[in-house]
T-cell receptor
Framework: DAGITQSPRHKVTETGTPVTLRCHQT?????MYWYRQDPGHGLRLIHY???????DKGEVSDGYSVSRSKTEDFLLTLESATSSQTSVYFC????????????FGPGTRLTVL | AQSVTQPDIHITVSEGASLELRCNYS??????LFWYVQSPGQGLQLLLK????DTLVQGIKGFEAEFKRSQSSFNLRKPSVHWSDAAEYFC???????????WGLGTSLAVNP
């Protein structure tokens, strides 16, 4: 358990509304990630952060923005949600050490109607 | 291009039978390799990891994996499967100094009683 929580765990929203998902970690890891998981597509990286205010795009970043104003929190925002953003969203941290492995939060199931 | 292939989308085995899940990768340098497991409705859990040293690595839950450089493979094995092993299994390769992971699409394992 890498001390990662995600909120909310479930959310239903309507097309066109803004949505913010929060990832919180308790162990001061520098790297944090947002993924989405969809059937047939596996895990796809949306954005990641390598420090406070330092972020970079992943492979499916269109329609998403992120912010990291504190080490422990990494926010994912859908400015105007679309039905194609219905998915399960996972946050992860990367440890620092020999393997730099990633550990995952429990996920947020988002439904956009 | 860097990629990870898990050739088997779905596998069904009987409880007590042996298991091998295949993972092939394409990566120019010495890779960091990982196997994760995802139980239904859960987040991803790290099963095992490899970077160097003994090419047969032991993980949690009785799993092991063998790195074969000549075959660009990192196959996951378990000698005797339990019903609780039914889950989705993902292979991943660390890229860019492990800043990002390249993911396979996963193999879904079903276990017959």
């Amino acid at each position: 358990d890498a001390g990662i929580t995600q909120s909310p765990r479930h959310k239903v929203t309507e097309t066109g509304t803004p949505v913010t998902l929060r990832c919180h970690q308790t162990e001061n890891h520098r790297y944090m990630y947002w993924y989405r998981q969809d059937p047939g597509h596996g895990l796809r990286l949306i954005h990641y952060s390598y420090g406070v205010k330092d972020t970079d795009k992943g492979e499916v970043s269109d329609g998403y923005s992120v912010s990291r104003s504190k080490t422990e929190d990494f926010l994912l925002t859908l400015e105007s949600a679309t039905s194609s953003q219905t998915s399960v969203y996972f946050c992860a941290i990367r440890t620092s050490g020999e393997y730099n492995e990633q550990f995952f939060g429990p996920g947020t199931r988002l439904t956009v109607l | 291009a860097q990629s990870v292939t898990q050739p088997d989308i779905h596998i069904t085995v009987s409880e007590g039978a042996s298991l091998e899940l295949r993972c092939n990768y394409s990566y120019g340098a010495t890779p960091y390799l990982f196997w994760y497991v995802q139980s239904p409705g859960q987040g991803l859990q790290l099963l095992l990891k490899y970077f160097s040293g003994d090419t047969l690595v032991q993980g949690i839950k009785g799993f092991e994996a063998e790195f074969k450089r000549s075959q660009s493979s990192f196959n996951l094995r378990k000698p005797s499967v339990h019903w609780s092993d039914a889950a989705e299994y993902f292979c991943a390769v660390g890229a860019g100094n492990n800043r990002k992971l390249i993911w396979g699409l996963g193999t879904s394992l079903a276990v017959n009683p």
